[in-house]
Nanobody, 123 residues
Framework: EVELLESGGGSAHAGGSLRVTCAAS????????MGWFRRSEGKEREMVAV???????SVSDSVKGRFTISKDYGKNIMYLQMDSLKNEDTAMYYC?????????????????WGKGILVTVSS
């Protein structure tokens, strides 16, 4: 059973930074495609940034240059570093994983989802 444990997030002012983390097993961190998705109030869930099973990344145009996705294989953690935050980044952020999938990756390829963690950005 794949388990994803999210932490971090919280509140920040516009222009500030936050980080969310997702802990998983060694096998998932190493071989699965994994990523971050978010859902803002009144909007559909969207891809933020993902790793495919080959380690390639894809980042949404809406956060490119501001958000960085990374992994620490020693700690079995995936990170999403969020800098230069904007009000529109306010959302529930979900860690997700799928078994052996490659770019392009949409949520249909993700089979396991975390519970979500709230990020709130205020002016």
């Amino acid at each position: 059973e794949v388990e994803l444990l999210e932490s971090g997030g919280g509140s920040a002012h516009a222009g500030g930074s936050l980080r969310v983390t997702c802990a998983a097993s060694t096998h998932v961190i190493t071989w699965y495609c994994m990523g971050w998705f978010r859902r803002s109030e009144g909007k559909e869930r969207e891809m933020v940034a993902v790793f495919d099973s080959a380690g390639m990344t894809s980042v949404s145009d809406s956060v490119k240059g501001r958000f960085t996705i990374s992994k620490d294989y020693g700690k079995n953690i995936m990170y999403l570093q969020m800098d230069s935050l904007k009000n529109e980044d306010t959302a529930m952020y979900y860690c997700a994983a799928g078994e052996y999938c490659y770019l392009p990756i949409g949520e249909e390829k993700m089979k396991t989802w975390g519970k979500g963690i709230l990020v709130t950005v205020s002016s």
